[in-house]
């Protein structure tokens, strides 16, 4: 094992110990176990060589100089907080591994154009005030305004919270950044899936952060005894409910585009076993990396759940209440990491994320690029989450490629 990756590891395994709950990995926003881990994060940052400072919002940052100072920067890193019995590299991957790829140019006494900063995000994943994207949006500077007045479950407030951390809630907008400050934005982080495993390959390039629709839906028809009524006299909202439910998987495979389609929540009503379902309400999740094919595939499902439910005799509704828009990754970054992925490996794969991150928030400041690396079975938010140390020292050595090439190349 690389010296880097085996020192990954072990960081990764000091900070899965870091946890307000001591049979699972539990750390959330301005707890004192976020703070301690700041704290632990910023030492290791120090010894990487770099300039370290937290932010009013509580996200943890480190600078490493470029050859002329004040230059622009590279921007890196990942989150540091978790879900409730989480994995351990889940966020913590990235922020280590950028940490290593400056270590690595501290050791060789190398400086680049442009200087690389790297980031410990505060809160991705919104677990105590179910606010997500906290810290990156800090650095953007989109916090809406009642962010602080937001409560957990336990009542207390965001700003509370933030003055209980001995932070200023007055003092949130003082962590954006201008847009000028940094040339691009890079984010290594476990697939969170299946496919990299798949494909035998420790490392794949990220196309874009999927775009979502979620709907309720409803197929309205008769209830009546499921004795009396004549097959050919029925109105089930059940049965036309499968055959849609078939059509949306069938549509969604033929469409390919990485898209993908999912009925995750059904209510049947009356739901009794000896009475024809009358009602049928069910949720419709379809996710993809571009919001052109999402969009024509949900017109698509919709115009077929219509087309069934007129054919039966039953009547179909359904409403939006979810939608974001796909978050593209800059072709530039794409091409970047790929040629390091494949000095590497011998070939990468261009894959999308159907997870969430902090890069859909800088996208809308930045071009922004993603690295994805091989986790066993696909399985995180889940103690059970693992990487390979040789994966790690692959995607170190890639990471710190493609930084290099980037941060050496100039200001865009």
């Not at 060589?49 to 600078?63: A, E, F, L, P, Y």
Request: hydrophobic share 45%; aromatic share 4%; glycine share 10%.
């Amino acid at each position: 094992m690389s010296p880097a990756a085996e020192r990954v590891m072990a960081r990764a395994d000091a900070l899965a110990a870091i946890s307000e709950t001591p049979d699972g990995l539990t750390r959330v926003y301005l707890s004192t176990q976020h703070l301690q881990a700041n704290q632990l994060v910023g030492q290791w940052m120090s010894q990487a060589g770099m300039t370290v400072w937290q932010d009013s919002v509580g996200n943890i940052c480190g600078r490493y100089e470029a050859q002329q100072e004040g230059a622009q920067a590279v921007l890196l890193g990942s989150h540091l907080d978790t879900v409730r019995n989480a994995g351990r590299y889940d966020g913590m991957l990235g922020v280590l591994t950028a940490i290593e790829v400056v270590d690595s140019l501290q050791q060789q006494g190398v400086r680049l154009a442009q200087a690389i900063e790297i980031v410990g995000f505060c809160d991705e994943e919104g677990t105590r005030f179910g606010i997500t994207l906290l810290g990156s949006r800090g650095l953007t500077g989109t916090w809406p305004e009642n962010w602080l007045d937001t409560c957990d479950a336990s009542g207390i407030s965001v700003a509370q919270a933030m003055v209980q951390a001995g932070l200023d809630p007055a003092r949130v907008a003082l962590a954006a950044r201008r847009q000028e400050d940094f040339s691009a934005c890079l984010e290594l982080h476990i697939e969170q899936g299946p496919c990299l495993e798949q494909e035998g390959l420790a490392l794949g390039v990220v196309e874009a952060i999927n775009g979502a629709r979620r709907l309720n839906c409803h197929f309205t028809g008769e209830a009546g005894h499921a004795g009396t009524v004549p097959m050919a006299h029925r109105k089930d909202a059940l049965a036309a409910t499968a055959e849609w439910m078939v059509q949306v998987e069938n549509s969604t495979r033929q469409r390919g585009g990485n898209l993908v389609a999912t009925v995750g929540a059904l209510r049947c009503l009356p739901g009794a076993v000896n009475v024809i379902p009358g009602e049928v309400a069910l949720s419709l999740d379809i996710r993809g990396p571009q919001d052109a094919p999402l969009d024509a595939l949900l017109t698509e499902l919709l115009i077929q759940a219509e087309q069934i439910a007129a054919r039966r005799g039953l009547s179909f509704s359904a409403e939006e209440f979810y939608r974001i828009a796909a978050t593209p990754c800059d072709a530039r970054l794409q091409s970047l990491l790929g040629e390091a992925v494949t000095s590497v490996q011998g070939r990468t794969l261009s894959l999308p994320s159907g997870a969430g991150h902090d890069t859909i928030a800088l996208a809308e400041r930045w071009p922004v690029g993603m690295l994805f690396v091989r986790c066993k079975g696909g399985i995180s938010h889940h103690p059970a989450e693992s990487v390979m140390a040789e994966d790690v020292a692959l995607a170190i050595e890639a990471f710190g490629r493609a930084v290099r090439a980037l941060a050496d190349g100039g200001a865009r």
